[in-house]
Structures are given as structure tokens and as C-alpha cells.
């Protein structure tokens, strides 16, 4: 993967979770949907079936960029650091993706089974999506999702150092990689919590893109600078 594609899939990556968030929110009240009793969220999504599971494979798709972005990232640098990032952001991406798609794959059939009109189907039906939001959604794809993105991102800034950008490049990373992380303490109901995760996930986004410039504009990684010095003839380095 040449810079120019990394790029291109650091900016489309937060576009499109941006886009998915914010339809949902418009179509289906996502997140705040969630607090409502099951009752209410199945119907909810009945209401607009087609177009909240469309808006929540968009999130999957954008989650699942993760991956080759963390493959390629992996390769701006040779060290510890960044090869055990390749394997925390690409199970970063993994478990998200899994979390998500439980509304294209279980949830129609959660929401269907709750509409029969038979009390004792109904209640199934939203026992086991409460089960399946608390493993797949709140565990995997949320608690999960939040600590191996941070993860990564403090992995990835640790890798690099400030071979890619100034101190503001790190702080950046750095904060939305914590208020990212805070959202692991979210089930414990804890005020502003949730509010300091969103800001996180934005300041993440404006991370990816400001990563994505850097890459354009030419800004090496310690693999580049290498390179370059061994590539250096003997008249050039005696100059250095």
C-alpha cells in the first residue's frame, strides 16, 4: 500500500463513521435509541428497517478500514512498537465490525419475532436482543472496540515519536486515544462519560485526517529516514 491509498483510507474511514452517526441519529435517535427499553427499540427500528441497517453497515465498513489502515500504518516504522500495533488495530477493527453487524444480521429477526403478537415470541425475542446488545454490542464491539482503539493509537504514537509531526501531533492522539478509553466506563452510568467519549471518537477523526495531510505532504517515518541513510553515498554522509 502506497501513502497516497493509506491516506485516502485515513480520511474515508472517519467520513464515513461521521455520515453513518449522524443519519442514524436523524433516522433511528442512535445513540440515545439504546436507553429505551427493548420493546421500544425493535419497534423503533422496524419503523425504518432498510435504512438503519444500510446506515449501520456503513458504520461496520467504516470500522473495518481499520484494519488495512493499521497494516499499512505498520509499515511507517520498523520497531516493537508498531508491529504490535498492527495486531491491536486489526482487532480493533475486528470486534467492531462484529458489534455492528448484529443489526444486519440478528436484530431483523429480533424485531420480527416481536411484532408476532405472541407474548411468549415477543419475550424471547427481546431477551435475546438485550442479550445480544450486552455481549455483541456492549462488550465486544463497544468495551473492546474503545480499549484496543486507544490501543493502537498510543501504540502507533509511540512508534513513530515525532518523526511524523510536531508535540501537537502526539497531545492530539494522545487525548482522543483517552477520552476514547473512557468509554469503557460507560455501563457504569457515570456522569459525562459518554459525552467525553464522543469528543473523543471527533478529536480521533481530525487525528486520522491531520495523519492523512502528513502522509501527502511527504513526512517521513523512521523506516523512510532509514532508508534514506542507506541509501546515502559516502561523500553524502561524510557532508551529514
Given at each position: 500500500m502506497n501513502r497516497t491509498r493509506l491516506a485516502a483510507l485515513l480520511i474515508t474511514a472517519p467520513l464515513l463513521f461521521t455520515a453513518g452517526v449522524s443519519a442514524l441519529g436523524a433516522i433511528f435517535d442512535y445513540p440515545e435509541v439504546l436507553k429505551r427499553p427493548a420493546t421500544e427499540i425493535l419497534a423503533e427500528f422496524s419503523a425504518t428497517e432498510?435504512?438503519?441497517?444500510?446506515?449501520?453497515l456503513v458504520l461496520a465498513l467504516a470500522a473495518g478500514l481499520l484494519m488495512p489502515i493499521a497494516i499499512g500504518v505498520g509499515r511507517l516504522a520498523d520497531n516493537g512498537w508498531m508491529r504490535a500495533s498492527v495486531w491491536v488495530g486489526s482487532a480493533a477493527a475486528a470486534v467492531q465490525v462484529v458489534g455492528l453487524l448484529r443489526w444486519a444480521?440478528?436484530?431483523?429477526?429480533?424485531?420480527a419475532d416481536a411484532a408476532s403478537g405472541d407474548p411468549a415470541v415477543v419475550a424471547a425475542a427481546e431477551e435475546s436482543f438485550r442479550t445480544a446488545h450486552r455481549i455483541l454490542g456492549n462488550l465486544i464491539g463497544e468495551t473492546l472496540g474503545y480499549l484496543l482503539t486507544a490501543g493502537w493509537t498510543l501504540l502507533v504514537l509511540a512508534a513513530l515519536g515525532r518523526t511524523m509531526a510536531g508535540r501537537w501531533f502526539t497531545v492530539l492522539g494522545a487525548t482522543a486515544a483517552v477520552?476514547?478509553?473512557?468509554?469503557?466506563?460507560?455501563?457504569?452510568?457515570?456522569?459525562?462519560?459518554?459525552t467525553a467519549n464522543l469528543v473523543g471518537y471527533v478529536l480521533w477523526s481530525i487525528w486520522l485526517v491531520a495523519?492523512?495531510?502528513?502522509?501527502?505532504?511527504?513526512?517521513?517515518?523512521?523506516s523512510d529516514s532509514r532508508d534514506a541513510e542507506v541509501s546515502a553515498t559516502p561523500e553524502q554522509a561524510r557532508r551529514a
Open positions: 432498510g435504512a438503519v441497517i444500510s446506515w449501520f444480521v440478528l436484530v431483523p429477526g429480533f424485531a477520552l476514547v478509553l473512557s468509554g469503557v466506563l460507560s455501563p457504569l452510568d457515570l456522569p459525562l462519560v459518554d495523519f492523512a495531510v502528513l502522509l501527502l505532504r511527504g513526512r517521513p517515518g523512521r
